[in-house]
């Protein structure tokens, strides 16, 4: 009967067992569809491309192969689980599923998992305190670094002092984009800045209302959490309503050559924040030409290597990879588990010395995690968009956040969680 | 041959009224239980649990919700993302603030709180019909929603807006959090699903569930033969709210552990449970099993098949998920417009024939 057939072919397909492979497995929870794969896609292209690199150019780490085995998201958390739930099987060593609604998601379960998860520059910010989250780590950088930074910028521009000033954070609405509320909240009331939260919700191709309200309350600045396609729709508008551009600053999400692209000449002088170099004059973008795009190994067409997204994608798997290797040294194996990623993870350091060997000097910081800090330096720089010459360029310096202001909250929310899951402080 | 009547005598009204008059129906359901409750809880793992069967679970008391209030009491309702929304916030507030008391009894009272939400944007159906009531429930939909990211109460003031699941207990066994062992997490929402589906199924075909058919099929006539549309439209309003108030619940506290109200409550969400069932069967308890299983599973089964199996990469996959899902419900919709549940029938009837249908 075909009926039977249909159904022993269906069991069987959601039966597909993996193999169990002797890989370094790191899964990409990507997402090349919806509204928000135009970050998504160029973020894993470079996460996968890198770890291609590493295959092609030196055998893997520490002379085993890396895997990434992706699976699509759709930023959708639904997915996410079920992501996770299909790749930890094959004995995935960490996660770096680059949504902060999934992240929160994955917290609970992979710490129950013994899984290790990488957010760099997304996620929970308190997870920067390596007490409470012991399998989470968000360095170099985190939203409330982020939003400290967008605040000091602002802060230099006049002189120190935002007395009666008006910035209006913009943000997607959803956890990603009210994650810097605290942090900004807080600094108003150091500053004596006015704060306005303007909410977009998903997916944020229809912004009139919002522009509106910025375009009546004229705020001196605008800060903006936004992500995928909200990005070109929010720099189009604030073209329209004729807002001064350099007072419009991103956080590093919200500022990729396809978010200013759209909007012409008109996007010159946009801010962005950024915890990494930017451009691709780094001696690891000529090898990723080389072995992987030039070979046809890429996991795109190529055509993103060193844009912005992409060199994040980069630098995520570079600091996994540096991990994975970290760990095979401490534990004296070469096939790791996630538990002893979990270790490389935490007793990583990143030394200038060690960038440059990877062809990436003075690309990202020097930093060194331990038990307590999983949040790295937090230094950022600000980066501004020059549409005729069609590139960003740094326009600071990496500079330090307000960790005065950033520490107890993330001290307090971490210790909420602690106390919501009765979690034991993990380091001594 | 396989499927016969003949020789089934009923003797008394009480079997000729039961839920499955066929002796192989009745078996069937008998196994079909003990199967759920006896053998598949050895059997699952976290991937078959959090990915199959807790989705199709708690998405089966979904449409069984609406089923009620869409196919048995003919208003039609975009707002279950909402409702589904008030059970989960509704779980967290009680689970937060009275840790000591069952998360059954939490399920239950936020499947409670929902009924009141429900009847309260359900007076609107008193005036207004159809495309109409559609559209204010469409305002409850984004109006909760809205409530949900904009007090802060409602998330107990965290930072990012987010709602996590404690960890809690029955009878000892946790099932939330994330130590939660598989079984225990297929388990109560099994015993939800079927505890949610005899009621359905024992309401809907007594008296409140002819009362709520009448109105669906004639308002006016059914106004003059003694129905009360005020107490009919209501009661479909609560019940079905109940249930969707429960499916938010547990769908947030035990499948996903976190949520947000935008993300996990959105239209999406109502149009989701909206198709399993139109696909499953408008006024039918087996057609709101057979909406969420084709669509919780049918995604899962072609990802795995296109990318587990042939090595497609991912986004094609995605998009061509998207393209045989959408072009199915298209032609399930022109060759069956009564859903699976009047496929199942038809094929009863050819059973019943079989081999020889002349």
């Known amino acids: 009967m075909t009926f039977k057939r249909v159904a022993a072919a269906s069991v069987a397909a959601l039966m597909v067992a993996s193999p169990v492979m002797a890989d370094l497995v790191f899964p990409s929870l990507s997402y090349r569809t919806g509204p928000f794969a135009a970050g998504g896609i160029p973020y894993a292209d470079g996460f996968a491309d890198y770890m291609t690199l590493l295959n092609e150019r030196d055998g893997g780490v520490g002379g085993v192969a890396i895997q990434v085995p992706e699976c699509e998201t759709a930023y959708n958390t639904e997915k996410g689980v079920e992501c996770y739930e299909s790749t930890k099987g094959m004995g995935a060593l960490a996660y770096n599923p680059l949504s902060t609604g999934i992240t929160y998601q994955l917290i609970p379960k992979a710490t129950a998992d013994d899984i290790p998860l990488y957010t760099p520059g997304y996620g929970r910010t308190s997870a920067a305190n390596g007490n409470v989250f012991s399998h989470v780590f968000n360095f170099p950088a985190n939203y409330w670094n982020g939003a400290s930074a967008a605040i000091n910028h602002v802060l230099d521009l006049n002189g120190g002092d935002l007395k009666g000033k008006k910035i209006v954070l913009l943000h997607f609405n959803g956890a ?9 909240t807080k600094l108003g009331e150091k500053h004596g800045y006015d704060l306005t939260t303007i909410p977009i919700d998903y997916p944020g191709q229809e912004q009139k209302a919002q522009w509106l309200q910025i375009r009546r309350e004229k705020p001196d600045y605008v800060l903006f959490w936004g992500w995928g396609v909200m990005n070109q729709v929010a720099i189009q508008e604030a073209a329209n309503i004729r807002y001064p551009m350099d007072q419009f600053i991103g956080v590093w999400w919200s500022g990729a050559e396809h978010d200013v692209k759209p909007a012409g000449e008109k996007a010159t002088g946009y801010k962005a924040m950024t915890f990494h170099g930017v451009g691709s004059d780094y001696p690891v973008f000529d090898d ?9 190994k890429a996991a795109g067409d190529g055509s993103n290597v060193g ?27 070469k096939d790791i588990t996630s538990a002893q990623m979990r270790d490389g993870l935490e007793q990583l350091e990143i030394t200038n010395a060690r960038m440059a060997e990877l062809g990436m000097e003075g690309f990202g910081p020097e930093f060194k995690v331990s038990c307590a800090n999983h949040g790295g330096p937090g230094s950022i720089a600000i980066q501004q968009w020059d549409a005729a010459a069609g590139k960003w360029s740094l326009i600071s310096d990496f500079g330090a956040s307000d960790m005065e202001v950033i520490q107890p909250l993330i001290d307090a929310d971490s210790a909420a969680y602690a106390a919501e899951n009765k979690i034991e402080p993990q380091c001594n | 041959m396989f499927y016969r009547e003949a020789g089934d005598f009923k003797t008394s009204y009480r079997d000729d009224n039961q839920t499955f008059p066929i002796r192989l129906d009745r078996a069937g359901y008998w196994i079909a239980l003990f199967v759920a409750f006896c053998v598949i809880p050895f059997f699952v793992n976290d991937y078959w649990v959090n990915s199959i069967f807790a989705p199709f679970f708690i998405y089966a008391i979904a449409a069984l919700g609406l089923n009620i209030l869409t196919g048995y009491a003919g208003q039609v309702s975009l707002g279950t993302g909402g409702f589904m929304a008030v059970g989960a916030y509704a779980c967290y507030k009680l689970m937060v603030a009275f840790p000591e008391i069952n998360i059954v009894f939490h399920v239950l009272i936020a499947g409670g709180i929902t009924a009141a939400v429900g009847v309260a944007f359900g007076l609107p159906s008193l005036r207004i019909k159809g495309f109409y009531l559609a559209v204010a429930t469409l ?19 965290s930072a990012s807006g987010q709602i996590n699941a404690p960890e809690r207990t029955v009878f000892g066994v946790i099932v939330t959090g994330p130590n939660t062992e598989a079984w225990a997490k297929y388990m109560i929402c099994l015993v939800f699903l079927v505890g949610v589906a005899w009621v359905a199924r024992n309401l809907t075909r007594g008296m409140t569930g002819r009362k709520w058919m009448g109105i669906r099929d004639m308002d006016i006539a059914a106004e003059i033969i003694g129905v009360n549309p005020l107490m009919a439209k209501m009661s479909a309003f609560a019940v079905s709210s109940f249930f969707v108030g429960i499916a938010g619940a547990l769908f947030f506290a035990v499948y996903l552990g976190a949520a947000e109200a935008g993300e996990s409550f959105g239209i999406t969400k109502s149009f989701l449970v909206l198709f399993m069932v139109i696909i499953g069967g408008l006024g039918s308890i087996f057609g709101s099993f057979a909406g969420a299983a084709f669509m919780v599973l049918m995604p899962v089964l072609l990802k795995n098949l296109l990318v587990g199996t042939m090595g497609w990469p991912t986004e ?28 199942w029938r038809l ?4 059973l019943r024939l079989w081999p020889f249908p002349h």
């Open chain 1, 176 to 184: 990603y984009g009210k994650e810097p509320i605290p942090t900004l």
């Open chain 1, 288 to 296: 990723l030409q080389k072995y992987v795009v030039d070979a046809g």
């Open chain 1, 307 to 333: 844009t912005v997204i992409y060199n994040r994608g980069v630098y995520a798997a570079m600091m996994l990879a540096e991990a994975a290797k970290n760990a095979q040294e401490i534990h004296g194996v």
């Open chain 2, 139 to 157: 305002a409850a939909q984004f109006f909760l929603v809205w409530l949900f990211n904009k007090v802060a109460w409602f998330y107990n003031y």
């Open chain 2, 316 to 343: 094609i996959a995605a998009e061509l998920e998207f393209i045989i899902v959408g072009g199915l419900i298209v032609i399930f919709l022109i060759l069956e417009p009564h859903g699976l549940a009047q496929l």
């Open chain 2, 347 to 350: 094929t009863k009837e050819k």
